[in-house]
């Protein structure tokens, strides 16, 4: 099975240009199953009802979350009947939404599980025991994959170490900054540090870049908004053996519009 993954979705910009590529892409490499995280989706912070209907009409299957999962207060009225929206499944007992979903694809089950580092992140439960928790109570599903939305590198090399062989895929999200080491882990599972992010290039992390950069200058409390001009477009294409849940291949799918 061929699984496309969209890093973080910044803004309307995101939204729009995920569901311009995403048109042209989907034709091409004929995914059985697309996710993306959309934490940063609404205005960028959180994810509102409108946005999230506009990635599913765009072809996003799954969308999973992270650190801004509240943003948008709305996500309340929700998060806990859409089954299609996956947060940090280390998030404390009792936390609205879930952490895992089970969709089933070409008659396989898929688990995808969102779980977040804890570095420079609020201090979470264990990330690491969150997924064994959970793969415990599945083991009849062997097509597992995993969005370690995390700020630092070593602990999505952690998370991809740790289960290398044990799940298809480890995908770190959050950064917004893709990085060039997607590759197989030894046992078959598709790893990133960084998927990267579909937003406005031009600003810093998708937000605008006078704003960011003032707050940096004077540390003074400024408010962001979502930064426009030229987008990015980053995702992976990875492919799963059928049987066996083991990744075959995975590739950056990326795409960067001209600086404005
Ligand atoms: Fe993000
Ligand atoms: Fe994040």
């Known amino acids: 099975m061929k699984v496309i993954f969209l890093g973080d979705i910044v803004g309307e910009p995101g939204c729009r240009f995920a569901a311009e590529t995403l048109s042209e892409i989907l034709p091409l490499h004929q995914p059985d199953l697309v996710i993306a995280n959309g934490e940063n989706a609404t205005k960028?912070?959180?994810?509102?009802?409108?946005?999230?209907?506009?990635?599913?009409?765009?072809?996003?299957?799954?969308?999973t979350m992270g650190n801004h999962t509240?943003?948008?207060r709305e996500i309340l009225r929700f998060i806990d009947s859409d089954e299609r929206i996956v947060r940090p499944a280390n998030y404390p007992v009792d936390t609205p939404g879930r952490g895992y979903t089970i969709c089933k694809v070409n008659q396989r089950k898929v688990l995808i599980i969102n779980v977040m580092g804890r570095t420079f992140l609020s201090q979470l439960d264990c990330p690491f025991n969150a997924v064994e928790r959970i793969l415990a109570e599945h083991s009849d599903i062997?097509?597992?994959i995993i969005d370690m939305h995390a700020e630092v590198t070593s602990e999505k090399l952690g998370m991809g170490w740790a289960f290398a062989?044990?799940?298809s895929a480890v995908l770190g999200t959050h950064t917004h900054v893709p990085t060039a080491d997607a590759t197989i882990?030894?046992?078959?599972t598709a790893y990133i540090t960084d998927v990267g992010m579909v937003g406005?290039?031009?600003?810093?992390?998708g937000m605008n870049r006078t704003q960011v950069i003032q707050r940096m200058r004077t540390q003074m409390p400024?408010?962001?908004?979502v930064a426009d001009g030229a987008n990015q477009f980053c995702a992976v294409l990875f492919e799963l053996d059928d049987e066996t849940g083991r990744a075959k291949h995975i590739e950056s799918l990326n795409r960067f519009e001209p600086h404005q």
Do not use: M, N
């Open 222 to 225: 400024t408010r962001f908004e």
């Open 200 to 205: 406005p290039r031009d600003g810093i992390l």
């Open 44 to 63: 960028g912070r959180g994810l509102s009802q409108k946005t999230v209907e506009s990635l599913y009409d765009a072809g996003v299957e799954i969308v």
């Open 185 to 188: 882990l030894p046992g078959g």
């Open 70 to 72: 509240w943003d948008q």
């Open 142 to 144: 062997c097509h597992v």
């Open 165 to 167: 062989g044990k799940v």
